[in-house]
């Protein structure tokens, strides 16, 4: 028997909650906790009868698709349709497109699924992290630079509305890895900070509004991706730590998501030596992780998913079937994304039949899925009202919602000669912006410049810009016209995002130069960093340094907003970015 009865499940009354507030939201208070494995359900047992063998192990797979308008006769729409009436997969997720294009598909695939499709989403900070028009949050380091709960709550009540106005059931949020690391490649400012408590706070809050809004939460990377400075999408990170250190920082913020009532966890593809002997398995195929750690000794008994099993870190070490087999040993129930979905359903199929997987194993993952769809509603309906979408999806509570948590987060680090905020003065300064990207990504540097401009004229005489991007030549140019048309002040708003295969949120070496040689050349440089807040440890003799975490419109505006004295500087750093400039640092 690969699993075993929780000591958490309680009776579910699936119609019993109230999923929406009234009043002001009591975050303080824990979630009411739901149990999915529910053994003595006859709804349950009346369903599971009525699937075949093969059926249930394909309601474990979510597959994956972009997202986009696809035509009827396409290839890529001609093999959801197999998927989802042939093989009878249990779930989709998908990557791109707009709300009303998604929503389409959804409801397109649901109409042909004879069960109900759970569909899943990545919408860390918000539904444009994959939707062309949906809503764009701060980071959640961002949130954690607050320290403010009631907003991560309201940010999960409000991605959780786009989502069902779609027809998305499960977001893979909220990340509750802890950053410990700054040469994290992959976490970085996803992460709400580098100690747990702070972490388990935002992150608490963050799930109830989520389930509040009648969608599944799902705390990940178990069990804590943040001390790596490798991408798992590119390789397999090796944790060298022990089981007391995993116990007093990683595993802080899930054993507070379990006790809070998440409905799911996602696990990491990481190798832990101490918990997984052999260091080739990642805990996401780990049964002494998964099996020993989180069901048995966390007490966890809702969803458990598979990180992307496309990644380089499952990819490069094992094969489709020997993937299959390896995720319903560990305690697997969501499949997701394998590399063929019609060699994963036959591989386990035929381990049950040769008794080398049990069929109880099988039906304790299905259970745990058909309740899941049970809480959601989708057996009364699973289809929605796409004349809702454009109200909801990136509406104006979420356009102000986003702009308060952008203004409590921007933190002022450094602040040598006070130059910040500007001050009006009877001979204004000329100032030069050198806009730096690190090359990982587009950077939203067009935002920053009209934003600047609009303020800038009743402090700033003149101004000369650039916007450069990756390994720059310009530099020599642009440090003799700064010398010889003494520029006094120069601004470097900087976008060094986190970018899946990429290896680093880091700057390139020319970029670092250039910041350098300005201030050696005796000019007032002040850094705004939207990204990776750790970033000053390539240039600690700059005079200032903002941390705004992220590049969404609302950061760009309110950090322009701090710097002309608008509103106040009110984040705390939520890490540690040098010995000088430690977790909690924020001058206001």
Request: hydrophobic share 40%; glycine share 6%; with cysteine.
């Amino acid at each position: 028997m690969l699993f075993v009865k929780s000591s958490l499940i309680i009776a579910l009354s699936f119609f019993s909650f109230s999923f929406f507030k009234s009043s002001a939201p009591a975050i303080k208070e824990e979630s009411k906790k739901i149990s999915l494995y529910t053994e003595n359900s006859e709804w349950v047992r009346t369903k599971l009868s009525e699937m075949t063998l093969r059926e249930k192990i394909a309601q474990m797979i979510v597959t994956n698709s972009e997202g986009y308008a696809l035509e009827k006769n396409s290839k890529e729409y001609k093999r959801i349709q197999d998927l989802v009436v042939n093989k009878k997969v249990g779930g989709i997720i998908f990557f791109k497109g707009n709300s009303l294009q998604e929503a389409n598909l959804i409801n397109d695939f649901q109409s042909k699924s004879e069960t109900p499709l759970l569909i899943s989403a990545d919408f860390e900070r918000g539904t444009r992290m994959r939707l062309e028009d949906g809503s764009l949050f701060p980071s959640n380091m961002g949130l954690g630079a607050t320290r403010n709960p009631d907003l991560a709550y309201r940010m999960g009540i409000q991605i959780a509305k786009e989502c069902r106005a779609m027809g998305i059931h499960q977001n893979y949020s909220p990340v509750v890895d802890v950053n410990n690391n700054p040469l994290n490649p992959i976490i970085n400012v996803r992460s709400f900070g580098e100690d747990p408590k702070l972490v388990s706070e935002m992150g608490d809050a963050m799930i109830r509004g989520l389930q509040e809004g009648k969608v599944i939460a799902t705390a990940k990377h178990f069990p804590g991706h943040g001390d790596t400075d490798i991408d798992s999408h590119n390789d397999l990170p090796v944790i060298n730590f022990g089981t007391e250190r995993l116990n007093s920082i990683e595993l802080v913020p899930f054993k507070s998501a379990i006790k809070s009532g998440v409905m799911s966890v996602m696990i990491a593809h990481l190798a832990f030596p101490e918990l997984e002997k052999d260091a080739s398995v990642p805990a996401s195929l780990s049964k002494n992780i998964v099996g020993n750690l989180l069901i048995e000794k966390l007490g966890f008994d809702g969803l458990i998913v598979t990180d992307a099993l496309n990644m380089e870190g499952i990819k490069k070490h094992f094969s489709t079937e020997q993937v299959a087999l390896m995720c319903v040993d560990a305690g697997i129930d969501l499949i997701l994304m394998p590399q063929g979905e019609e060699v994963t359903i036959s591989t386990i199929e035929k381990a049950v039949n040769s008794g080398t997987i049990s069929a109880e194993r099988i039906d304790k993952s299905v259970t745990k899925i058909l309740n899941a769809k049970k809480w959601l509603g989708l057996f009364e309906n699973k289809l929605v009202d796409v004349s809702k979408i454009s109200s909801v999806v990136n509406n104006s509570d979420a356009l102000s919602l986003s702009q308060q948590i952008a203004d409590e987060s921007i933190t002022l680090v450094k602040n040598e000669t006070k130059s910040l905020p500007f001050k009006k003065k009877t001979t204004p300064d000329k100032v030069m912006i050198v806009s730096l990207n690190n090359g990982n990504d587009k950077a939203n540097s067009d935002l920053f410049f009209n934003e600047f401009n609009s303020k800038a004229g009743q402090y700033f005489s003149f101004e000369t810009t650039y916007d450069l991007s990756g390994d720059i030549s310009e530099s020599d140019a642009i440090i003799n016209e700064a010398v010889q048309n003494n520029y006094e002040t120069v601004i470097i708003p900087v976008y060094a995002k986190v970018k899946i295969k990429t290896g680093t949120v880091g700057l390139p070496e020319s970029q670092i130069r250039l910041i350098n040689t300005l201030v050696s050349k005796g000019k007032k440089v002040i850094v705004i960093s939207f990204g990776n807040p750790y970033l000053i440890q390539g240039f600690t003799n700059i005079d200032s340094y903002i941390c705004a975490y992220s590049d969404s419109e609302s950061s760009i505006r309110a950090a322009v907003k701090a710097v002309f004295g608008e509103i106040n500087f009110k984040g705390k750093l939520p890490v540690t970015i040098t010995e000088d400039y430690k977790f909690g640092t924020g001058l206001n």
